[in-house]
């Protein structure tokens, strides 16, 4: 059973436009939700994460949006970029249990 | 800060014979790394669970007697895969949590791109 669910499994978006993926789970024990970035041939990079006790947070062009009631979070791109194309993954995790769920990842286009 | 380092980068082996990855935490303790593998267009696929001083946690269906998987110190992991053939050829990647037990960002090396022949 996948822990995780994202979508879309792909994405265009159009240089300055907002870039949209969300991200469902089930385990109502999640406490940490965070988003990875992944170039070709390159390790993930930590891009942002939340805790369930806030609804929102925000660095820089990149926000996540957490709704605890529904068991989604989606992570917002403002103002994409070229350089912003890339794989995307939402992850969950269980406090005091280390182990990532990952979801099945998002490729990501922007158009110049 | 928090960078993860992995050697080799990529390795192209012979089948039967054996490769040592190394996966280094360069500027922070880690007391749990994990290694997973990922297959092209594909989502991370979690192998093992490394404790620093204690066996590794294999994932299910992950074989542990191919995949030898040491946490010798609070920096350094290395996974060995043992009699490597075709099937094992994939890109390897290690990450390196901060925290333990509090759900910790986990930081993620650049990956090792093994091919075997």
């Known amino acids: 059973q996948q822990q995780v669910k994202q979508s879309p499994q792909s994405l265009i978006v159009q240089k300055g436009g907002i870039s949209i993926i969300n991200c469902a789970y089930e385990n109502t024990a999640f406490d940490y939700f965070p988003w990875y970035q992944q170039f070709p041939g390159k390790g993930p990079a930590l891009l942002i994460a939340i805790r369930p006790d806030v609804s929102e947070k925000k660095e820089g062009r990149f926000t996540i949006s957490f709704n605890k009631s529904a068991k989604q979070f989606s992570l917002h791109i403002m103002d994409s970029q070229p350089g912003d194309s890339a794989t995307y993954f939402c992850?969950?995790?269980?406090?005091?249990?280390?182990?990532?769920?990952f979801g099945s990842g998002t490729k990501l286009n922007v158009k110049p | 800060g928090a960078v993860v380092s992995q050697h080799p980068s990529w390795v192209i082996c012979k089948s039967g014979t054996s490769v040592k990855i190394e996966c280094r935490s360069l500027?922070?303790?880690?007391?749990?790394m994990f290694w997973y593998r990922q297959f092209p267009k594909q989502s991370l696929m979690l192998m093992a669970t490394s404790n620093e001083g204690s066996k590794a946690t294999y994932e299910q269906g992950v074989e542990k007697d191919k995949f030898l998987i040491n946490h010798a110190s609070l920096t350094l992991s290395t996974l060995t895969v043992t009699s490597a053939h075709p099937e094992d050829s994939s890109f390897y990647i290690c990450s390196a949590q901060r925290l333990a037990g509090l759900g910790g960002e986990q930081y993620f090396g650049p990956g090792t791109r093994l091919t075997v022949t």
């Open positions: 500027d922070f303790q880690a007391t749990t």
């Open positions: 992850a969950a995790s269980r406090n005091n249990f280390n182990k990532f769920y």
